[in-house]
């Protein structure tokens, strides 16, 4: 019968923990990048709309945002790069939170390639 060393001490109980705490992540960690997305996606439309919305009436423009469905068409056109043009935002503020947007896109992008690579190459080996 083999015997398996139980953590003793704060320390050793904590890093036995992050380790598997690891290894459950290091499973799962796609589904995780994936939900991380789709929460981004749904909290920017959601901005998205009310920036430009609200930006617009009080600038007396028209918007080309009439309900929430644009918002998160326009996040995820922006997000998958394709950018239509069919929506655009139409204040600066709006302007400068999709600007910001694209740079946290460009990095959740990478962060999910990252993670695909990993699972299908292996870790890194630096």
């Known amino acids: 019968m083999e015997v398996v060393h139980q953590p003793n001490t704060l320390f050793e109980r904590v890093k036995f923990n ?9 499973k ?3 589904v995780a ?3 991380v ?3 981004f996606i749904l909290i920017n439309s959601f901005l998205m709309y009310h920036v430009d919305t609200i930006g617009a009436f009080n600038n007396k423009k028209g918007t080309k ?3 929430f469905v ?12 394709v950018g239509y043009g069919d929506i655009t935002p139409q204040t600066k503020s709006a302007k ?7 740079v946290v896109v460009l990095f959740l ?8 690579s990993q699972m299908r190459v292996g870790p890194k080996l630096m």
């Open 37 to 39: 997305i789709v929460i």
């Open 109 to 116: 992008s990478m962060r999910l390639f990252d993670t695909a």
């Open 18 to 26: 992050a380790i598997r705490f690891n290894r459950y992540i290091g």
């Open 65 to 67: 945002m009439d309900a």
């Open 28 to 30: 799962h960690l796609i």
């Open 96 to 102: 400068i939170f999709t600007t910001c947007m694209q």
């Open 70 to 81: 644009d918002g998160i068409y326009f996040t995820s056109t922006t997000m998958s790069t």
């Open 33 to 35: 990048v994936l939900i």
